[in-house]
């Protein structure tokens, strides 16, 4: 499990912070492919699970679980 606290530069979600569990890493970035992780969130902070929500009402989502 990881602890994690992103803060964003633009965009309606200004920070993010929780836990979650590391389900893929990215050791190497490939021809369009950057370095880094997908993180299978367990629980928000009560001020981040309220953007994060706001922003799934209005946001079309999709999933992607790379070949490792």
Do not use: M
């Not at 021809?31 to 009402?57: M, R, W």
């Amino acid at each position: 499990r990881v602890h994690f606290k992103i803060t964003f530069n633009s965009g309606k979600i200004k920070f993010l912070e929780g836990t979650g569990i590391v389900r893929w890493a990215r050791h190497q970035s490939g021809v369009d492919l950057p370095i880094g992780v997908g993180v299978e969130i367990e629980s928000l902070e009560k001020k981040s699970c309220e953007q994060f929500c706001d922003l799934l009402k209005v946001s079309s989502r999709v999933s992607y679980i790379p070949k490792v």
